[in-house]
């Protein structure tokens, strides 16, 4: 028990001086823990080493107290990262310390034969263990210019003293091996605990990162089922309500057209109107819903034939006709003068278009102009733009119109009504055909809505003729 408590009052020593903005479950924490604790603790077995010399081996040489006082100098460097000093800088300073100290030693205890021989093997050891190579590169570039200078002076025949005398110098290296052995199993041993913690951290973080996939799954499944039931109920929901819709609209028609036979005041025969438009939008909308539901739930089959998209073109600017004119709009459009013929599903791209063109006939105000513009592209893709001189958006929020249901809060946007799906539907039924669906606008200035249709639904005329012989 007495031991567990010296243990944390050493731990709190060592975090004293451990900067504060490294986790404590880090391997970086772990070092510095273990680089405190060296700098308190090597300088007391370096002292205890140097008495040994001092006063068992007889060595009394006044540089022998000299670099024994400077032993202590590493008992500061805690201090100083206690005082903001960056942790690989003091690794540094501790790596380089050393180097010197061990190199400098050999000047006094006999140059290649000194009993801290050993210990030039030790501090790059030391300076892996903290820097990596950059701190093995440190020590050895330290050691070897010491290395350098002592073989300097052999090669200038002045000698390296040795202060030990003779008798004891076998008990020194053994001592002194002994020591290093030590040094560098706690070295290997702190590695190790540091190693084997990274690792356990690591597992913890694998087991995290799977549970967090786990819940995204579930998640991202639940979204899914989510989203198919609710394409389901839409489905379900609007075949009920298109039934007995169709049937409003027929027999309100019959009553304003008065089929058979009169049906007495006029103002019948305005409400009997007033019905059938009021259905027919609602039969509109929800036509909409269960073309969203079903291209949701990818249950969309294209009914593809030959079309020639000149013809389609025409088609829809004629519809919108009545709704230009009482909308006091100019519809134009300009095509080629060759059949553009592709394979695709005629009730889709038509629908893309109107949905198109009126939302432009809506949004523009009277007196202005829609152009319709049918181009080929030199790779063989056909683009089908519409361009309007209307109030335009914004182009942050040409990317809301896209989303169904979605419109912009503007008072001339509100005035138009309408639930916001024409455009949401249209990018999908254009990417049923492998197109793009493109807008460039901006407010005040009008909107181009660019539908391009790949190259491979292409029937040029050469081949519609060889099918029609």
Not at 189 to 197: N, P
Not at 380 to 397: F, K, M, N, Q
Not at 452 to 468: G, H, K, N, S, W
């Amino acid at each position: 028990m007495q031991a567990v408590l010296t243990g944390r009052k050493l731990l709190r020593l060592l975090d004293w001086f451990v900067p504060g903005d490294l986790d404590p479950s880090s391997d970086q924490y772990l070092r510095a823990r273990v680089y405190v604790l060296q700098q308190l603790t090597a300088p007391m077995a370096a002292l205890a080493l140097s008495a040994i010399v001092i006063g068992a081996f007889g060595a009394r040489h006044p540089l022998v107290f000299v670099i024994a006082a400077i032993f202590l100098v590493p008992l500061a460097f805690p201090f100083l990262l206690k005082l903001g000093m960056k942790l690989r800088e003091a690794w540094r300073l501790s790596v380089s310390f050393w180097a010197v100290m061990a190199t400098l030693s050999l000047f006094i205890y006999g140059g290649p034969t000194s009993f801290l021989f050993p210990w030039l093997v030790a501090i790059p050891a030391l300076g892996a263990y903290y820097l990596g190579r950059d701190g093995v590169l440190i020590a050895t570039a330290i050691e070897l210019i010491g290395v350098a200078l002592a073989g300097v002076l052999l090669a200038l025949d002045i000698p390296i003293p040795n202060v030990l005398p003779p008798e004891w110098r076998e008990a020194t290296n053994l001592v002194s091996l002994a020591f290093c052995l030590i040094f560098v199993t706690a070295m290997a041993l702190s590695y190790a605990g540091i190693y084997l913690s990274a690792q356990r951290q690591l597992a913890r973080e694998a087991n995290e990162h799977q549970r967090t996939a786990a819940q995204y799954r579930e998640a991202k499944e639940a979204a899914e089922r989510a989203s198919s039931s609710k394409s389901q109920f839409l489905a379900n929901m609007s075949h009920e309500l298109r039934t007995p819709l169709n049937a409003i609209i027929g027999f309100s028609q019959m009553i304003s057209t008065q089929m058979f036979g009169p049906v007495g005041s006029p103002r019948y025969i305005e409400y009997a109107k007033d019905i059938q438009d009021s259905g027919t939008h609602l039969l509109q909308i929800i036509n909409g819903i269960l073309d969203l539901a079903k291209i949701e739930a990818g249950k969309v089959e294209l009914l593809e034939s030959v079309v020639d998209l000149r013809e389609l073109v025409t088609a829809t600017a004629t519809l919108h006709l009545p709704m230009s004119r009482a909308a006091g709009i100019t519809v134009s459009h300009a095509m080629p003068d060759q059949p553009v013929v592709m394979r695709v599903d005629e009730l889709r791209i038509k629908q893309a278009l109107v949905n198109v063109l009126s939302n432009a006939i809506k949004f523009t105000p009277m007196g202005g102009a829609v152009t319709f513009d049918l181009s080929e592209e030199p790779s063989g893709a056909v683009r089908l733009s519409i361009s309007d001189t209307g109030i335009g958006i914004a182009p942050e929020h040409i990317n809301r119109v896209l989303e169904p249901f979605e419109q912009v809060e503007d008072a001339y946007a509100r005035r138009q009504g309408g639930v916001g799906l024409g455009l949401a539907l249209t990018p999908k039924f254009i990417e049923l055909h492998g197109g793009t669906t493109t807008i460039q606008s901006a407010l005040s200035q009008g909107t181009t809505v660019t539908l391009q249709l790949p190259a491979e639904r292409r029937i040029y005329r050469t081949t519609t003729l060889a099918a029609a012989g």
